[in-house]
């Protein structure tokens, strides 16, 4: 599982880029990740985890 977040799912979105004569366009936005150790089950594990979940301790960094 690239580019996703380990605890909350959080992955791409799609949406239109719109330029300023109006014309649309498909594009994507990441999701803000890290590569971190967190310990699960008692072992560090090295997952990606999105910048909301560390800000707001879902996480138990190693």
Same mark, same amino acid.
Not at 18 to 31: C, D, I, L
Not at 42 to 58: A, E, W
């Given at each position: 599982?690239?580019?996703?977040?380990?605890?909350?799912?959080?992955? %791409? +979105?799609?949406? @239109?880029?719109?330029?300023?004569?109006? =014309?649309?366009?498909? #594009?994507?936005?990441?999701? /803000?990740?890290?590569?971190? %150790? +967190?310990?699960? @089950?008692?072992?560090?594990?090295?997952? =990606?985890?999105?910048? #909301?979940?560390?800000?707001? /301790?879902?996480?138990?960094?190693?």
């Amino acid at each position: 599982m690239s580019r996703v977040c380990c605890v909350c799912g959080k992955g %791409k +979105v799609s949406g @239109n880029q719109v330029s300023h004569s109006n =014309k649309h366009s498909k #594009r994507t936005w990441a999701a /803000n990740l890290r590569n971190v %150790k +967190v310990i699960e @089950n008692g072992t560090p594990k090295r997952v =990606k985890v999105c910048t #909301r979940c560390l800000r707001s /301790n879902k996480v138990d960094r190693a």
